[in-house]
């Protein structure tokens, strides 16, 4: 039986039922899609799981024309393993031909996060801008911007910064409250920050009238729809409605969402190898009470966190439905599969932090 949930842009709690989210958010299963998406495993494992208006991204993929993908990130915590399923999406688009708009929150964070304008900016390159770049991003159609400082060129910023004071007047207080709870000045200009930031790309001083895809978690789908609202009934702008797609979360070691707030719940990308496996030792898995009883009765690699981080992590879809049946049958205990986790994400790691330290020297190319 799954128990209760609450998924919202600032807390998620207990198992979430996403078949359940499905309908209380109104969006809908991902569609049929092309076999260069199956080779993706975060499409053919169906973590992105649902979506909206993604169709007219599948059209213009399909017949070569171009499109936006627009994300940001919130520089207030070190980069973990959760924070690599939405980059490998935005990399993976970026291989498809579109152009990538990358904003960070600075303004949000200051607002919200109690940290200095220059803590921030250096958090936003040395934590995520140089994984990005270890990871895959190219410098090639990417504009990885600020908020708080969109552009050297003077007509893209007024641009920028005109349209998220113009949207203040495409919101209601009750539509702020019902997404934010506590209404402060701070939310309400996160929020219409957040607004231009997915918006703006269509503007005539950017790329003009064109789809825009913004892939999210689930628990961001609130200022997705407030967002979508907005572009509605702002008269002065022909806005083409925002697409998204909604990824399931990673979860965390020991709860239900990995937090980098909470440093036993996820593994950060610069945990060392001792850190690594104490904390997936140490991590909540589906095995039974005792070493007899497992054998006897089996394992729930359904609930187990070390076969979930296999699942969302690694592209091996034989090693992985093995390992799933033999932990069901008991054929498999709860420490091999530790080790072999420990192994795999260690081995990942210190391969990335060598392109990491390549992807130093690289920064000027994507300011």
Not at 72 to 92: A, E, N, R, T, Y
Request: hydrophobic share 35%.
């Amino acid at each position: 039986m799954i128990k209760d949930f609450e998924v919202t842009p600032w807390e998620v709690t207990g198992r979430v039922d996403y078949d359940k989210l499905i309908k209380q958010f109104g969006i809908k299963p991902m569609p049929k899609l092309p076999e260069k998406f199956q080779k993706n495993l975060l499409f053919r494992r169906k973590i992105i799981f649902a979506q909206r208006d993604f169709g007219r991204i599948l059209d213009s993929i399909r017949d070569g024309r171009p499109f936006v993908v627009m994300t940001g990130l919130m520089p207030s915590g070190k980069f973990h393993l959760g924070h690599k399923i939405l980059i490998d999406q935005i990399i993976f688009y970026q291989r498809l031909g579109a152009k990538i708009y990358l904003a960070v929150a600075d303004i949000e964070a200051y607002n919200t996060r109690n940290k200095s304008m220059r803590e921030l900016e250096e958090t936003a390159i040395r934590e995520y801008l140089e994984n990005y770049i270890a990871l895959g991003l190219k410098p090639e159609k990417c504009d990885f911007y600020f908020q708080s400082k969109r552009s050297d060129d003077w007509k893209k910023s007024n641009a920028y910064y005109k349209l998220a004071g113009m949207l203040a007047s495409c919101a209601t207080f009750n539509e702020f409250r019902a997404v934010y709870g506590e209404i402060t000045p701070g939310k309400m200009v996160s929020s219409l920050f957040q607004a231009s930031d997915m918006l703006h790309a269509q503007l005539d001083e950017f790329e003009g009238k064109m789809p825009v895809l913004v892939p999210v978690g689930i628990d961001q789908d609130p200022h997705l729809r407030i967002a979508r609202d907005m572009s509605r009934r702002i008269k002065e702008f022909d806005f083409m409605q925002l697409s998204s797609t909604y990824h399931k979360f990673l979860p965390g070691l020991k709860g239900e969402k990995m937090s980098s707030s909470v440093e036993e719940s996820a593994i950060f990308i610069s945990d060392s190898p001792k850190e690594v496996k104490k904390k997936i030792w140490n991590s909540f898995t589906g095995g039974g009470g005792s070493l007899k009883e497992q054998k006897e009765k089996g394992g729930n690699p359904d609930v187990c966190r070390v076969y979930q981080y296999l699942f969302y992590l690694f592209d091996d879809d034989n090693e992985l439905k093995v390992r799933y049946e033999k932990c069901k049958n008991g054929e498999i205990l709860c420490g091999e599969c530790k080790e072999y986790l420990t192994e795999k994400i260690n081995k990942f790691l210190k391969e990335h932090r060598k392109k990491k330290e390549t992807a130093r020297n690289k920064i000027d190319r994507y300011l």
